[in-house]
């Protein structure tokens, strides 16, 4: 019974996460006619997130510097994701140069129980504040990355795939952790 209790408070906090973060962008539609608007605000929250979160990412994980760009992938897709949002995602299509990958995401939380009206379809970004959050992540590690929503499956789209891009490594900070 105590596990069943504490089943239900879980999935009670997680339905009210998404059905805050539900809230947010239905209030930027409001704020912001044009939905490209919506979609850079969503990014600029996400990476005012990140910048902080990576610290505590860091401190709870344990994780060393990763030995390259791919490895880096993989840590956000399989402890950054599960950490923040309880869920993992799948690497694909990393470039030979190791400066390119895209996430699949297996299970949004965020779009539980959202439906798109048509309009909004293929130019909205629902989820725009993931990329920013781990574009503020990346940067407090010295990675200086492009985050885009390449397909959303919220606008009917076979899978959620956000596409990272590697533009500079910023080697004159001290990374937050390594200090
Ligand atoms: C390194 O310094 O090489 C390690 C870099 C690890 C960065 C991990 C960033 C985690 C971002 C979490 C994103 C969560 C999205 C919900």
Redesign the pocket.
């Known amino acids: 019974m105590g596990t069943d209790v504490f089943n239900k408070v879980e999935k009670i906090n997680s339905e009210l996460f998404t059905l805050t973060y539900g809230a947010l962008v239905t209030q930027l539609i409001k704020d912001y006619e044009d939905i490209e608007q919506v979609n850079i605000k969503l990014e600029q929250m996400g990476y005012n997130i990140?910048i902080r979160?990576?610290e505590e990412?860091?401190a709870k994980s344990n994780?060393?510097?990763?030995a390259d760009f791919m490895?880096?992938a993989e840590?956000?897709a399989k402890?950054?994701?599960k950490?923040?949002?309880g869920v993992t995602a799948t690497v694909i299509d990393q470039d030979p140069d190791k400066r390119e990958f895209h996430l699949i995401l297996d299970d949004n939380p965020l779009i539980d129980f959202v439906e798109l009206p048509e309009q909004y379809k293929h130019k909205l970004y629902y989820s725009n504040i993931?990329c920013g959050?781990?574009r503020g992540?990346?940067e407090m590690?010295?990675?200086k990355v492009k985050c885009t929503f390449m397909k959303c499956t919220l606008s009917d789209e076979t899978s959620s795939d956000i596409k990272v891009v590697l533009e500079e490594v910023l080697s004159d900070m001290i990374?937050v952790g390594?200090d």
Do not use: D, S
């Open positions: 990140g979160l990576i990412f860091l994780i060393g510097r990763c490895e880096t840590v956000i402890v950054g994701f950490m923040f949002l993931l959050v781990i992540a990346l590690v010295q990675m990374p390594y």
